[in-house]
């Protein structure tokens, strides 16, 4: 029997890599191969679960990031994913505070000697967010970097909103970091399987393996929502966050709909898709040292 292939997704928050998932998944139905997913949060809860088909086996891993607190449960379930459904490729989504090598580090476990085959990391890179990194703290600067240096396909992504000259800066800057990975302009990540197929695992050896986002200090936290909400209050309260809060999301209902929203957020920018059935109205944060406390008091004022 073929060794599983083992793809690790990598890149920071909101940059691209569920969207990533999505395609992938696609072009591996249609290939009729069978395919399995390991998604990592941070959050306690899964919203981006849902892009995941229910023919696809999939694991969640809640709460923690793979390349700290939950190695271990990381084996485990790579682990049951092998025994229980043989797949040709497993997909492991990383939270985007990962650090990519600490990931590779759990799945070249002994244990699964003989039964992978690493095909390398994927990572994508929001093409806005590079171009303007030099304004974030030298931590997040340090793991966009060390998730670009250890890409075997660098995916810059978002390269829509992106100038002509922007999408030639950021490539040049990405490709002299790490010659060696194919780096491709993407929206919406789209590859095409050759892309995929082409690309060779070359494990980069020197590695500044620091737990690059526990210096980060990234926080999560969820809130339910016990009903709708007005939307341009909502508006408001977005514009009033932090700069520091880099990703949201989850389901909301506005009071002049019937239905809830899928509000996802990465950046300062919201994204609003209504969804026709009846979802837990519930949202989930990702930040750097915010006041949790703040955020869940202008959350309930939104509600009265
Ligand atoms: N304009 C634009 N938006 C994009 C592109 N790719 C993804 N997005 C949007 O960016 C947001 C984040 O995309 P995701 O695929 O969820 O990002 P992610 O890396 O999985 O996010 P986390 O799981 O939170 O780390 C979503 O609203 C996407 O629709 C792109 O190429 N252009």
């Excluded at 210096?215 to 007005?230: D, S, Y």
């Amino acid at each position: 029997m073929k060794n599983t292939e083992i793809y690790i997704l990598a890149g920071f928050l909101g940059t691209g890599k569920t969207t990533l998932l999505k395609q992938i998944l696609k072009l591996e139905q249609q290939q009729k191969r069978k395919v399995a997913v390991l998604m990592n949060e941070l959050g306690e809860i899964s919203i981006d679960s849902d892009a995941v088909g229910e023919d696809v086996p999939l694991r969640e891993l809640l709460g923690g990031c793979i390349c700290c607190t939950i190695q271990d449960k990381l084996e485990g379930q790579l682990q049951g994913l092998l025994v229980e459904h043989q797949p040709d490729a497993i997909y492991i989504e990383t939270t985007g505070a990962a650090h990519p090598v600490e990931v590779l580090d759990s799945v070249l476990s002994p244990l699964f000697a003989g039964k992978i085959e690493m095909r390398g990391i994927i990572t994508t890179v929001d093409g806005t967010l590079w171009a303007a990194r030099s304004q974030f703290q030298p931590q997040l600067q340090q793991l966009l970097l060390e998730q670009v240096r250890h890409a075997d396909l660098i995916l810059i992504n978002k390269s829509d909103l992106l100038s002509d000259s922007g999408q030639a800066r950021v490539s040049m800057e990405i490709q002299s970091i790490n010659p060696e990975a194919r780096c491709i302009l993407t929206t919406y990540s789209r590859v095409s399987q050759r892309e995929l197929k082409d690309m060779a695992f070359a494990p980069k050896r020197e590695s500044k393996t620091a737990h690059v986002h526990k210096a980060l200090r990234l926080g999560t936290f969820v809130h339910r929502f016990q009903k709708p909400v007005n939307r341009e209050r909502f508006e408001e309260f977005l514009r009033s966050l932090p700069d520091q809060i880099y990703r949201i999301k989850g389901y909301i209902q506005f009071s002049d709909s019937q239905y809830p929203d899928l509000f996802q957020y990465s950046y300062g920018t919201p994204l609003f898709m209504m969804e026709y059935i009846k979802l837990p109205l519930t949202i989930v944060f990702i930040g750097q040292d915010i006041d949790w406390k703040e955020i869940q008091l202008k959350l309930e004022a939104l509600e009265n």
